[in-house]
């Protein structure tokens, strides 16, 4: 059940973390530096105990409603809470092969995409955020093992920081957050997405931890390699020392990646692997790069 914790008149700060399955939202308040991002943070008002302020600073600050029964207190934190957002489904109730439209569809079948292989990486998207402008300057949402790519200084290039202030109470409290969620799971410490800057080929894998039983989807691309098979071929090699499975590619194509616009395009096909649902590939990416404005990672089903 939620803390029923009684307002304190010498305490009225808290910081809220707000998860949605792997994504973690994190904001940029206006008194913070540019690019800036941290958990939300307000006051409690007259009268209200914790556990309301939680719900109520996520769902002002940036129009989350959140499951009232998921919020608890972060160890040896007084005044730092964690909650999940509210369960809800596609609006239009949509699950599995059916998520994808049009020519994504098509190429799902053609290279026998499951559907429940789709669910898991993207029937459960994260609520749209709507910003309280004269609080946060922004928000969004991070995937949860990106922060700890980017906490380990293994993640892709960014611009933001995280957390300011080198010995903050709000700094200390994130990445204690983040080294307790770090799972030593091999399936859960391979990347969802590998790229690279430029023109060069992509596949998308389906990676499966046959000790754990489970499976995932991954993009894999890699300037270097000629061939789809190469990349392919190379993803193997660096997943087996592990005992990660890597099926064969559910499809290719290219990728033109300009990380100094920001902007991602994914494009063609594999003459040897069929043409990857890109729209897929695409939102796979766009949970990875969330530092890249949505509209910035585009598909074309044209070209080679």
Not at 56 to 80: H, K, M, Y
Not at 120 to 126: L, M, R, Y
Request: glycine share 8%.
């Amino acid at each position: 059940m939620a803390p029923r914790t009684e307002v304190s008149a010498s305490h009225t700060s808290i910081s809220v973390l707000v998860l949605h399955g792997d994504n973690v939202l994190l904001a940029n308040q206006c008194d913070y530096p540019q690019q800036s991002y941290a958990l939300l943070q307000g006051s409690l008002q007259p009268g209200e105990q914790q556990h309301e302020a939680v719900a109520r600073i996520s769902q002002e600050q940036a129009g989350v409603a959140i499951d009232r029964n998921s919020i608890n207190r972060l160890e040896d934190q007084s005044d730092t809470f964690c909650a999940q957002t509210s369960k809800s489904k596609q609006t239009d109730g949509a699950s599995g092969l059916d998520l994808l439209q049009g020519k994504a569809r098509d190429c799902a079948n053609e290279v026998r995409l499951r559907g429940h292989e789709v669910d898991t990486a993207i029937g459960n998207p994260a609520p749209p955020l709507q910003v309280d402008e004269a609080v946060l300057a922004d928000a969004k949402w991070f995937n949860k093992r990106w922060l700890l790519a980017f906490h380990q200084g293994t993640a892709p290039k960014s611009p933001f920081s995280f957390f300011p202030g080198e010995g903050g109470e709000a700094r200390r409290t994130i990445t204690s957050w983040l080294d307790q969620s770090k799972s030593e799971s091999p399936i859960d410490q391979t990347p969802d997405v590998a790229i690279e800057t430029g023109v060069f080929k992509y596949v998308l894998l389906v990676v499966t931890d046959t000790h754990e039983g489970r499976s995932k989807l991954i993009v894999r691309g890699d300037r270097q390699s000629g061939y789809h098979m190469d990349v392919f071929e190379k993803t193997v090699r660096e997943l087996s020392p592990y005992k990660l499975h890597v099926a064969e590619p559910l499809g290719g194509g290219r990728i033109r990646h300009d990380d100094g616009s920001k902007a991602i395009n994914m494009y063609g096909y594999s003459s040897a692997y069929g043409q990857a649902p890109h729209d897929l590939s695409a939102a796979l990416v766009r949970q990875w790069y969330s530092m890249y404005a949505p509209d910035k990672i585009t598909v074309s089903y044209e070209g080679y």
